[in-house]
């Protein structure tokens, strides 16, 4: 099996948690003897190339982020650029996500569910898991370590059935947390939490708070 896979984040490849995700499901890919070329949609100067990759293989892999709980704008953009191609192609998704509850990632899959009957190709099915946040800050070994997961999900991949497998589907994790969990996350966001993301936006160069209103209204 040979598969284009397409990273529909608008970051930067260097700083996408997507990025480090695709390399980690490339590898059990291979491991069972399948092939890949990965390309970026964050540079625009290369849409050509990708819409050309996408255009002469039929099996196509588009992972993604989830933002807004959807799909990125600039990825939209990109989609409307696709021609209409057959069934031959099949088109499957890695929808991620920075909150970890599966249930905030189902409206961005319901939409990719459709997407491939609009485009006229088949649908590989959509693997989503959240949790993703803090990926592309942690140090190279506990990167490796929290996306090795998605090397089980490249090796199942391989094996043909797309998405559609149990094994996939769980791979989701909590569909919600239980509400103790809840309560507690909560009032870590409104404390610790404000002051740690305080910090990690001080040490990328913030000077204001993170609520400081730019325009009053
Ligand atoms: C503009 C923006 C909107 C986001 N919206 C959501 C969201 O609605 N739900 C969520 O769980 N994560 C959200 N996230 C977090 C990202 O999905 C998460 O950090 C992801 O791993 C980023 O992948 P990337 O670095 O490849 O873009 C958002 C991030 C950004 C920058």
New binding site residues.
């Given amino acids: 099996m040979h598969v284009v896979i397409i990273?529909g984040?608008?970051?930067v490849r260097k700083?996408?948690?997507?990025?480090k995700i695709i390399a980690a499901f490339a590898k059990g890919l291979s491991e069972k003897g399948g092939t890949f070329e990965t390309y970026t949609i964050s540079d625009r100067n290369t849409w050509d190339i990708i819409r050309d990759a996408y255009i002469k293989n039929d099996e196509i892999l588009i992972a993604l982020?989830?933002?807004?709980?959807c799909v990125?704008g600039l990825l939209l953009e990109f989609l409307e650029t696709l021609p209409r191609k057959d069934e031959y192609t099949r088109l499957s998704f890695l929808l991620?996500?920075?909150?970890a509850e599966g249930c905030?990632?189902r409206c961005g899959e319901e939409f990719l569910a459709k997407l491939p009957g609009y485009l006229g190709v088949r649908y590989g099915g959509c693997l989503v898991k959240?949790d993703?946040?803090g990926?592309?800050i942690l140090g190279e070994e506990k990167q490796a370590q929290v996306t090795k997961p998605y090397q089980a999900m490249g090796e199942l991949f391989a094996e043909g059935d797309g998405f559609f497998r149990e094994e996939a589907k769980k791979f989701t994790g909590p569909e919600y947390f239980p509400l103790p969990v809840r309560l507690i996350v909560g009032l870590i966001f409104k404390t610790l939490g404000k002051k740690m993301f305080q910090k990690a936006a001080a040490s990328w160069g913030c000077s204001v708070p993170l609520d400081e209103k730019v325009w009053e209204v």
Avoid: D, K
Avoid at 96 to 99: T, V
């Fill in positions: 990273n984040s608008p970051r700083y996408s948690n997507t990025e982020p989830l933002y807004v709980e990125p991620q996500s920075g909150f905030q990632l959240g993703n946040f990926i592309r």
